[in-house]
């Protein structure tokens, strides 16, 4: 994997690329991680496809701009990025928020995926409720608490078998989460606060697309998961029997599988 900083548009974004392979797919990172989450489960697409991942803005050492992300800013990034990186087509991965961003893409962008795979990751805005739990995340942000989410969050990302046997990469998790700049987490709380209902888009869209969930996804519980596998039934649904929210690190060789077979089926 080839590390650079490049141009996407008017964002200064730091990528890393393989280079190598017929078919491409770039690998979204979710809330809270940034592109090196990615670095052992890129070894299992190569040299099958080219992978290309990217530290969305507000995250990692790419440019934080302004004070909300949006997903459409986002979306917009990394278009431009891959664009820049001389990729006409592509298909996008998209971990729990960076689904949002892979389905952003598709108001401007359809014409260039060649699938979209959402892994832990739904269609839906976000509820009043979850809105409020965001806003007091900004808070706590504010106040220089960020420490209770690194000690919260990687936790809870994990089904409970996998915590103690995956113990070095929570651990590595949380070091992620606090070096996050705060104005970067910021931003994109307020960009996911804002974000848009994209089920009908995604149901009529003509980008093929999947689904990937984790049995034991504390945050999509499993009847939130089992709603949009029967409301979309041109979707292909993959199920992770041992994985929480973070699919990719609990059962990675599965995980590829299904993504692989996806994309290059």
Known sequence: ?????????QTPMHVSDSERGDKCVVLL??????????????????????????DLPGHGISLIKGEIHTMEYLADCVAEAM????????????HSMGGYVALAML?????????????????TNDSVEKCDRRRREIE???????STMARLVPHAGFAPEN????????????????????????AILAGMIERKDRDEQLRESEVKHQFIFGRH?????????????????????VWLDHSGHM????????????????ILG
């Open 1 to 9: 994997m080839v590390e650079k900083f490049i141009m996407a548009g």
């Open 29 to 54: 990172h979710g809330y809270l991680e940034s592109m090196v989450i990615w670095d052992e489960f890129s070894r299992l697409l190569t040299p099958e496809l080219r992978v290309v991942t990217l």
């Open 83 to 94: 664009a820049a990186l001389g990729i006409e087509r592509y298909s996008v991965v998209g």
């Open 107 to 123: 108001d401007n962008y359809s014409d260039r995926l060649d699938s979209i795979t959402l892994l832990s990751s739904t269609t």
């Open 140 to 146: 706590l942000v504010k106040a220089g608490k960020k």
């Open 163 to 186: 915590v103690k046997r995956l113990k070095d990469i929570v651990e590595d998790m949380e070091e992620l989460i606090l070096i996050t700049e705060d104005e970067g987490v910021i």
């Open 217 to 237: 996804d504390y945050y999509i519980p499993n009847e939130v998961a089992e709603e949009l596998e029967r409301t979309h039934p041109e979707a292909r649904t």
């Open 247 to 262: 699919g990719f690190v609990e059962e990675p060789e599965r995980c590829a599988e299904a993504i692989k077979e996806f």
